[in-house]
């Protein structure tokens, strides 16, 4: 099996970092391959320009890169994300690339009513989105509405046609010690065996 993750933090001493190494060294030691598409070291850039908008609109990607990653990810059976919330939303870089790739034409098309979405990314089984925050997930749920669920996992990824959409959040992640990173660690390996 093919895993595909798309990989958005730009210190490579974060714990994001550790779990994308943690993700890398479980996929690899049960026989699977492992495509990284780490957006701060590709250079991505996440703005949506005036060709990118007319683009969307006739359904006809034309930014280079953003083709690349879309052919990258129709050779996958699994898509991962692996991102902080910042500010309670991902950073920029990511919603760049939900922005460009997640594409009319390219990734998905409109049903005939134009209500709904049927997803052309017919290999992947699952999607699963890894996130990072300060954040304790009782406020962020009910102070701060829970964004990332609502918009990119609900609004996006399901919204657009992608089965087995799942997340897994760290929360506190500042203030938490070796020993609970690393019990965290130890649940990315055991998920991705």
């Keep these: 099996m093919k ?22 060294e479980s996929i690899q030691k049960s026989g699977n391959e492992i495509d990284i598409i780490d957006l701060d070291k590709d250079n991505f850039n996440p703005v949506m320009s005036s060709q990118d908008l007319q683009a969307f609109t006739k359904h006809e990607m034309v930014d280079e890169q953003s083709k690349q990653y879309v052919e990258r990810i129709k050779q996958a ?5 692996i991102f902080p919330i910042w500010w309670e939303l991902m950073p ?54 829970n964004a990332i669920k609502k918009a990119l996992i609900k609004g996006t990824l399901k919204k ?3 089965k087995n959409v799942k997340w897994k959040s760290f929360n506190m992640v500042k203030n938490s010690k070796p020993e609970k990173r690393q019990t965290w660690l130890n649940q990315i390996t055991h998920l991705f065996q």
Aim: hydrophobic share 40%; charged share 15%.
């Design 160 to 162: 657009s046609g992608l």
């Design 3 to 24: 895993f595909v993750v798309v990989y958005n933090h730009p210190y490579d001493g974060s714990f994001c970092h550790g779990i994308l190494e943690a993700l890398k």
């Design 77 to 81: 059976d699994h898509l991962v994300f």
């Design 92 to 145: 920029a870089m990511t919603k760049g690339f939900i922005d460009k790739v997640i594409f009319p034409g390219s990734t998905f098309n409109y049903t005939k009513s134009g209500y709904f979405m049927d997803a052309t990314l017919d290999n992947l089984k699952s999607t699963t989105v890894i996130t990072t925050m300060n954040t304790p997930k009782p406020i962020y749920s009910l102070i701060y509405g």
